[in-house]
């Protein structure tokens, strides 16, 4: 299931950062981003997330594949969005 969840937010940040360097017209959605970041600022503020989600399945064991699998579901539908928003693609 790790690996499930490390692909899917790598998914999400990367279909995200994709749409922003190939310049469409899309606006970041997610308040935490920011209208308009940088790629640094997904990585870093991605990272930062999924450092969240993991500190919490590590301390929740009862919780864990609830925690991840919900995570794998949220990337993997953003990743999915993002994808279709690529005027590219």
Do not use: C, W
Request: hydrophobic letters at 40%; zero cysteines.
């Amino acid at each position: 299931m790790l690996i499930a969840s490390i692909f899917a937010v790598s998914a999400d940040i990367y279909t995200t950062e994709r749409n922003h360097d190939n310049g469409n017209i899309f606006e970041e959605r997610n308040p935490f981003i920011g209208k308009h970041p940088t790629d640094s600022q997904l990585l870093i503020k991605g990272g930062l997330a999924y450092t969240g989600v993991l500190i919490g399945a590590h301390y929740l064991p009862s919780l864990r594949t609830k925690i991840l699998g919900f995570q794998i579901s949220i990337n993997g539908v953003l990743a999915i969005h993002n994808d279709r928003l690529d005027p590219y693609n």
